[in-house]
């Protein structure tokens, strides 16, 4: 049997059938920074709230897509295609990626597994769009840094819409096994109307 192979807190193993499972994991209450500050800007910070993706994790009837570096073009694996297993709990977001015979056949997937094998693969990365506040009392909230660790704005989710993980190069939570978000975010590339690209994202 082939031997599990990890980047970056993922795990790639190969299965009895031909396919390839690949698992990994992001953490709530994890901190990045968008904003390194200077010049007369503050440092921001985001992070998301336990349970922050439930709503499109929960439903059975939305989809939610795997991709290799944010782009639909490239796609790994999918909920309604039952090849995209996810568990949501209070610690992280969890997932089990199924990558069928088929899809291993793709360019794209090819090119991955090889930067996979190379220890390219720095972590993941979230598509999505916080939740209007007309559904949602309080999506997100802004609020002071403690002065004992900075001066920085952070910024917390409670409620977004989930559309898609890709897998990255360049994460942006070191500090964690698995990063939440890339420096490079593509939001704004989502085929969906109104989203907004994260640096953006930020209230007046």
């Known amino acids: 049997m082939e031997s599990p192979v990890f980047s970056a807190g993922l795990e790639l193993r190969a299965a009895g059938d031909g396919s390839r499972r690949l ?14 500050g ?9 992070q998301f709230a336990p349970k922050a993706f439930s709503f499109a994790v929960e439903d059975p009837d939305r ?8 782009t639909f073009d490239k796609p790994l694996a999918s909920k309604k295609a039952k ?14 990626a ?3 015979q088929e899809i291993q056949q793709a360019s794209w997937v ?5 930067a996979f094998a190379a220890g390219l693969v720095g972590g993941i990365s979230p598509g999505f769009r916080v939740a209007p506040p007309e559904v949602v009392a309080k999506p997100e909230e802004t609020t002071e ?7 920085a704005l952070i910024r917390t989710i ?20 698995v990063s939440l978000r890339s420096w490079q975010t593509h939001q704004d590339r989502l085929p969906v109307r109104g989203l907004i690209h994260p640096m953006n994202r930020w209230r007046a």
Request: no cysteine; charged share 30%.
């Open 83 to 96: 090849t995209l297993i996810l568990t949501d709990s209070a610690d992280a977001l969890t997932f089990e």
């Open 145 to 151: 840094e403690d002065l004992r660790e900075g001066d």
């Open 158 to 177: 409670f409620a977004a819409i989930l559309f898609e993980l890709s897998l990255v190069t360049r994460p942006a939570y070191h500090e964690t096994d």
């Open 110 to 114: 090819r090119d991955f597994l090889a």
């Open 98 to 100: 199924i990558l069928t």
């Open 38 to 46: 200077g010049k007369g800007r503050r440092p921001k910070k985001e």
């Open 23 to 36: 698992s990994g994991r992001f953490p709530y209450n994890k901190r990045a920074v968008l904003d390194a």
């Open 63 to 70: 989809d939610i897509h795997l991709l290799s570096g944010h």
